[in-house]
T-cell receptor, first 108, second 121 residues
Framework: EIVLTQSPGTVSLSPGERATLSCRASQSVSSSFLAWYQQKPGQAPRLLIY???SRATDIPDRFSGSGSGTDFTLTISRLEPEDFAVYYCQQYGISPRTFGQGTKVEIK | HLQLQESGPGLVKPSETLSLTCTVSGDSISSSTYHWGWIRQPPGKGLEWIGSIFYSGSAYYNPSLKSRLTISVDTSKNQFSLKLTSVTAADTAVYYC?????????????WGQGTLATVSS
């Protein structure tokens, strides 16, 4: 199975700052079948990005995804108070579908 | 507006079977576009894909759970279900039901609110 490693584990930032989250795969993710999710405490995850770089429905344009092969990035251009959460990457190119361990974006 | 709702017992004894059902409203589970799946999250930990099913009954399982897992679909009730046998404390988790489509748009785009299943005697 494909192992996804996210870094950093936790990042401390202030509202208005830029967040850059990394996701590295143990083997190439075919056709950029990679997604990003946001999860807040007590809530189900929310799909942000699919296909490595396409925003899901109703996702603000401050969220962007990039990358291919084994290296992917989620960027939040200017953090809003509601963006402080845990973010997961997930690949769906090869079964089983796997998730990274998550990156927590916390308020500095 | 699509909604998914998990239901099932919150407490299961070790070695017994965990049974959960997801009821889909706002769309037909018989859509040829979408697959329906289960994901779980142990308390304070990350996400694990359990398995998925198509309306035809074709099911796909995580190899780590395959020997204990059955996922089924009931199109007449617009529901799909999970049965996990021989549970242990390691199966304690919030269980989510989800939807996805194949191909590039294959992220899990709709989720239930999740149901906590605790394995304890």
């Amino acid at each position: 199975e494909i192992v996804l490693t996210q870094s950093p584990g936790t990042v401390s930032l202030s509202p208005g700052e830029r967040a850059t989250l990394s996701c590295r795969a143990s083997q190439s993710v075919s056709s950029s079948f990679l997604a990003w999710y946001q999860q807040k405490p007590g809530q189900a995850p929310r799909l942000l990005i699919y296909g490595a770089s396409s925003r899901a429905t109703d996702i603000p344009d401050r969220f962007s995804g990039s990358g291919s092969g084994t290296d992917f990035t989620l960027t939040i251009s200017r953090l809003e108070p509601e963006d402080f959460a845990v973010y997961y990457c997930q690949q769906y190119g090869i079964s089983p579908r796997t998730f990274g361990q998550g990156t927590k974006v916390e308020i500095k | 507006h699509l909604q998914l709702q998990e239901s099932g017992p919150g407490l299961v004894k070790p070695s017994e079977t965990l049974s959960l059902t997801c009821t889909v409203s706002g769309d037909s589970i018989s859509s040829s576009t979408y697959h329906w799946g289960w994901i779980r999250q142990p308390p304070g930990k990350g996400l694990e894909w359990i398995g998925s099913i198509f309306y035809s009954g074709s099911a796909y399982y995580n190899p780590s759970l395959k020997s204990r897992l059955t996922i089924s679909v009931d199109t007449s009730k617009n529901q799909f279900s999970l049965k996990l046998t021989s549970v242990t404390a390691a199966d304690t988790a919030v269980y989510y039901c989800t939807r996805y489509e194949l191909g590039i748009r294959g992220g899990f785009d709709y989720w239930g609110q999740g149901t906590l299943a605790t394995v304890s005697s």
